[in-house]
Nanobody, 124 residues
């Protein structure tokens, strides 16, 4: 079981990126897949989690700049990051946990599978 995160890069403040998370060995429909980030010197934080392909999702806040979506046909979970700010600079990770192990979804639980991370750098 592996997760491949991609889509990071350098973007100017106010810009957008779409991050992709592609699992191998399982279907996105069976897992909660979330996006997390860790900035230098800070703890890892959860941003958004998609509950399989149900359309349900958890978000860390209601600011609306980060939107998670799941495409079962492509077996991919995306994080649409909009209106990026320099403080969004971090390594972004995707992680997965089987839905059978969860009675609710959020970004504060332990996730068993992690991708390698993709770096997002936002310039001012």
């Amino acid at each position: 079981v592996q997760l491949q995160a991609s889509g990071g890069g350098l973007v100017a403040a106010g810009g957008s990126l779409r991050l992709s998370c592609v699992p191998s060995g399982f279907s996105v429909g069976e897992y909660a897949i979330g996006w997390f980030r860790q900035a230098p010197g800070k703890e890892r934080e959860g941003l958004a989690v998609a509950a399989g392909s149900s359309g349900s999702a958890w978000y860390a806040d209601d600011e609306g700049r980060f939107v998670i979506s799941s495409d079962s046909a492509k077996n991919t979970v995306y994080l649409h990051a909009n209106n990026l700010k320099p403080e969004d600079t971090a390594v972004y990770y995707c992680a997965a946990k089987h839905l059978d192990l969860m009675d609710h979804i959020d970004g504060r639980q332990e996730y068993g599978y992690w991708g390698q991370g993709t770096l997002v750098t936002v310039s001012s």
